[in-house]
T-cell receptor, first 112, second 113 residues
Framework: DAGVIQSPRHEVTEMGQEVTLRCKPI?????LFWYRQTMMRGLELLIY????????DSGMPEDRFSAKMPNASFSTLKIQPSEPRDSAVYFC??????????FGPGTRLTVL | GDSVTQMEGPVTLSEEAFLTINCTYT??????LFWYVQYPGEGLQLLLK?????DKGSNKGFEATYRKETTSFHLEKGSVQVSDSAVYFC????????????FGKGTTLSVSS
């Protein structure tokens, strides 16, 4: 079992650039979650999908953020254009039942 | 809405000390409760869970009991180790499958030898 896979693990970019974060959930899991973690705000839910359909995106900070899940084995979180305040660790998690979520290792994003 | 409140950290202990991290919740229904742990540089891992009142979750020497009367789910360990140093998150979820977890802000534990 490979667990939840996220790429890249680290991303450094300049303000204004587009950033795409990727997630592969555990095979067979039907719910996927994107979180952002910062020292100031802690762990925030950005968006989650059930059966590839976005259910709640109220946590997405603004229109610069978008997320897609084209199939059950892949999701992306895109920031365009990126800003320094987007610097954070972004986690993806998946679950099948009992709401026990399995987290990926995270992507550390630094926007200069 | 539903919410989780954890004690503020950091918590600093010596090895073999007793640990308690308080967690209380507010929920309209009968949620499932979780403790997650995050080691430095890693994602969150499920530590233990309880799905109904009076259930006790346990793992790696950690325990927490689902107390409906006090709406609490305090994490305890009788003798902490340096390797327990991490951030601990209390969380709840609606029993409905596929809903998001609501996390507390996390409590940092630092154990020294």
């Amino acid at each position: 079992d490979a667990g939840v896979i996220q790429s890249p693990r680290h991303e450094v970019t300049e303000m204004g650039q587009e950033v795409t974060l990727r997630c592969k959930p555990i095979s067979g899991h039907n719910s996927l979650f994107w979180y952002r973690q910062t020292m100031m705000r802690g762990l925030e839910l950005l968006i989650y999908f059930n059966n590839n359909v976005p259910i709640d995106d109220s946590g997405m900070p603004e229109d610069r953020f978008s997320a897609k899940m084209p199939n059950a084995s892949f999701s992306t979180l895109k920031i365009q254009p990126s800003e320094p305040r987007d610097s954070a660790v972004y986690f993806c998690a998946s679950t099948l039942r009992d709401n026990e979520q399995f987290f990926g290792p995270g992507t550390r994003l630094t926007v200069l | 809405g539903d919410s989780v409140t954890q004690m503020e950290g950091p918590v600093t202990l010596s090895e073999e000390a007793f640990l308690t991290i308080n967690c209380t919740y507010t929920a309209t229904g009968y949620p499932s409760l979780f403790w997650y742990v995050q080691y430095p540089g890693e994602g969150l891992q499920l530590l233990l869970k309880a799905t109904k009142a009076d259930d006790k979750g346990s793992n790696k020497g950690f325990e927490a009991t689902y107390r409906k009367e006090t709406t609490s789910f305090h994490l305890e360990k009788g003798s902490v180790q340096v390797s327990d140093s991490a951030v601990y998150f209390c969380a709840l979820s609606d029993r409905k499958a596929g809903t998001a977890l609501i996390f507390g802000k996390g409590t940092t534990l630092s154990v020294s030898s």
